[in-house]
C-alpha cells in the first residue's frame, strides 16, 4: 500500500527518502570540496577545506587560531591557495618563519572585519556610499568593497584588487567570503 502511494506521486520509496538528506547537504555550501557547516566555527570548517590550507598554515603560524575560533562574530574575506601563489617567488615562505610573525599578523587581520558582514549587508553598504563601501579591518586597516559586473571587489591599501568567489559562506562566529586574491595593507 506505501508502495503504491509514493508511485502514484511518480517516487520510489529511496527517491522519498533521499530528498530530505538532499535539502540538508544544499543548505552547507562546499568550499574547496568540503562541507561547510554553520554551527561550526571559521576555524573548525576552514580546516576541511582543499582550497584554503596555506590560509589555515598561515592562521597556525601566526597565533590566529583561539581568536578566530573565539566568539566574534567575524568576516573573513578568506584567500584561496591559488590566491597565495599569486604573492611572488618566496613571499608565503619568507611569511610564516617566526622572525616574521608580525608581518603575517598584520596581513591575516587585514582580511578580518569585526563583526558579521553578509553579502547583502555589503552590497546595501556599497549602495549607500553611492558606489563604494570602506570597511575597518581588524588590524585597522581600510579595505574599500565596490560592485563590478554584479560581484563585490576589494582594493587594498596598495591598490590591489581581489574578487569575492563565494560569499555569504555562514559560520557559528561569522561569516567567509573565499577571495582569489590576498589584499595587503600598508
Partial sequence: MIRSKFKIFG???AAAIAVPGMAYAAAN???GGAEMF???TIVENAVNSQDHTTLVAAVKAAGLVETLSSTGPFTVFAPTNAAFAKLPAGTVD???KPENK???VK????HVVPGKVTAADL???IKAG???ATLTTASGGKLVASLTDGKVMLTDEKGGMATVTQADVLQSNGVIHVTDAVSLPN
Fill in 107 to 110: 596581513i591575516l587581520t587585514y
Fill in 29 to 31: 555550501p562546499m568550499v
Fill in 11 to 13: 517516487l520510489s520509496l
Fill in 123 to 125: 552590497v546595501a553598504q
Fill in 38 to 40: 554553520p554551527m561550526k
Fill in 102 to 104: 608580525a608581518t603575517l
Fill in 94 to 96: 619568507t611569511l610564516l
Fill in 130 to 132: 553611492g558606489g563604494s
